[in-house]
């Protein structure tokens, strides 16, 4: 099948960084993996620009994944983690991000220069950091990066997405189904979406609330319904075609390729392997079965630095949600790109799945994009909890310092 015309090769599963984990997993996970998993930084532009997920296996290698923790352990600040009631589940070394003190940010300072490797993993002082890919797509903030570990026994984190921007994690040690690989839902939410959530999720405690909130309320909620129904469409499809398929994993990438991704996929990897996805899927750390904790490298990228997020809500507040989501369209300039052009998109966004039309009343042409959750309750970080009639929006603590 590999030498038809027209069809790209399966690569052995060696090449794709997924461990031994990865000949179990389902055959649309494994197809997805095929797709999404390129050999060098320089080839994700495109595949994160047509899939919203790429990976890149052999990023660190395993004496540099070993000094990176013995660093994190001495000079990350310990704190909880994100939708998680007890560090008996799971924690975090928070390691960089633009909201420390200047305590922090000596700890962080001194941690970079213990561990030179955090140059590729996380800054730009090395020739192989992924960081260039985030600035082509327009994200060149670093708002947080930790060192998350889950405990043994730990319980799995709530369905959620992270916000507007790009999501990195590199394994830091060999992940496999038994020790809670996080699971992402290909499908990114909405951009329109995210920000009515954030913004109704600041409203001020108390205050009366408008029709306009009342109205975003409402469509928050129908939205969300429709992503549900579609993402028990996906795996009600692929519980049908797994059986019929076998092993073909060429075959199911056709299928996927054609628009029919899977309705989950567990992100097994290879100690050292590079994950960029973006930070509007719905994903979740998994439950960890093993006996041992399970960390991973985890780096949040957006648009806007702490001071400019902090404005950007008082003028939310102030002016209006629908007037400030209206100006940045009509003042929207293209992204500062970097030096190294290499890095930037060859194609337009298109993540395959199924497209609902924009929202009616929305003024952010980007605002149709395909995603959806599993059924189960989202949660964004730093925001809500809501209920379809009831408009009431309870704020809950998220990612990164309180801002």
């Given at each position: 099948?590999a030498?038809?015309r027209g069809?790209?090769?399966?690569r052995a599963?060696d090449?794709?960084?997924l461990?031994p984990?990865g000949?179990k ?14 050999g060098?930084?320089a080839?994700a532009?495109?595949?994160f620009?047509k899939w919203g997920?790429v990976?890149?296996?052999s990023?660190l290698?395993?004496e540099?994944?070993?000094?990176l923790?013995?660093a994190a352990r001495?000079h990350?600040?310990?704190?909880d ?6 560090q ?14 200047e305590?922090q940010?000596a700890a962080?300072e001194?941690?970079r220069?213990a ?8 800054h730009?002082?090395?020739?192989s950091?992924w ?5 082509a797509f327009?994200y060149?903030n670093l ?5 998350v570990t889950s405990?043994p026994?730990?319980a799995p ?14 394994s830091?040690m060999t992940?496999?189904?038994?020790n809670?690989?996080?699971?992402i839902?290909?499908r990114p939410?909405?951009?329109a979406?995210m ?14 609330r408008?029709?306009?909130a009342?109205?975003?309320?409402e ?15 996906h795996e009600f499809?692929w519980?049908t075609?797994r059986p ?8 199911a ?6 628009g029919?991704t899977?309705?989950?996929v567990?992100?097994?990897?290879d100690?050292?392997c590079l ?19 399970r960390?991973i ?8 630095n702490?001071?400019e997020?902090q404005r950007t809500r008082?003028?939310e507040q102030?002016?209006?949600?629908g007037?400030?989501?209206k100006?940045k369209?009509l003042?929207?300039?293209p992204?500062?790109?970097?030096a190294?052009?290499?890095?930037a998109?060859k194609?337009?966004?298109a993540?395959?799945g ?11 042409p ?7 959750s599993?059924g189960k309750?989202v949660?964004?970080k ?22």
């Open positions: 099948c030498q038809r069809l790209a090769p399966v599963g090449g794709l960084g461990g984990a000949p997993l389902p055959v649309d996970q494994r197809a997805f993996m095929d797709i999404v998993t390129v060098t930084v080839e532009p495109e595949v620009s997920v990976r890149v296996p990023l290698s395993t540099e994944v070993e000094a923790l013995r001495d990350g600040v310990r704190r983690a994100f939708a998680q009631d007890s008996s589940d799971r924690y975090t070394l928070w390691i960089a991000g633009d909201g420390m003190s305590a940010q962080s001194t941690l220069q561990a030179p490797c955090l140059e590729r993993a996380v730009r002082g090395d020739s950091s960081r260039p890919v985030c600035d327009g060149p708002m947080l990066a930790e060192v405990a026994g730990g984190q709530d369905w959620h997405f992270d916000g507007e921007g790009i999501t990195a994690q590199v830091l992940i496999d189904e038994s809670g690989p996080t699971e839902q290909p939410v909405p951009k979406y920000r009515w959530m954030k913004h109704l999720a600041t409203q001020p405690a108390g205050e009366r408008d029709d306009t009342e109205v975003l309320a469509l928050t909620s129908e939205i969300k319904a429709m992503y549900d129904r579609l993402t028990r469409a499809a519980n075609l019929i398929l076998g092993g073909n994993v060429q075959v990438r056709n299928i996927i390729e054609a029919l899977p309705p989950v567990h992100m097994v990897a100690i050292g994950t960029l996805y973006d930070a509007a899927m719905i994903h979740r750390g998994g439950q960890n079965k093993g006996t041992t904790e960390p490298l985890a780096v949040h990228i957006n648009k806007e702490k001071q997020r008082i003028r102030s002016e209006g949600l007037k400030v989501m100006q369209v003042t929207k300039q992204a500062k790109q970097p190294a052009t290499a890095f998109p194609t337009p966004s993540v395959p199924f497209n609902f039309p924009q929202v009616a009343g929305s003024e952010d980007e605002a149709a994009q395909p995603w959806a599993k309750k949660k964004l730093g925001s809500v909890k809501r209920t379809r009639k009831k408009a009431s929006v309870k704020k809950k603590g998220g990612f990164g310092p309180k801002t």
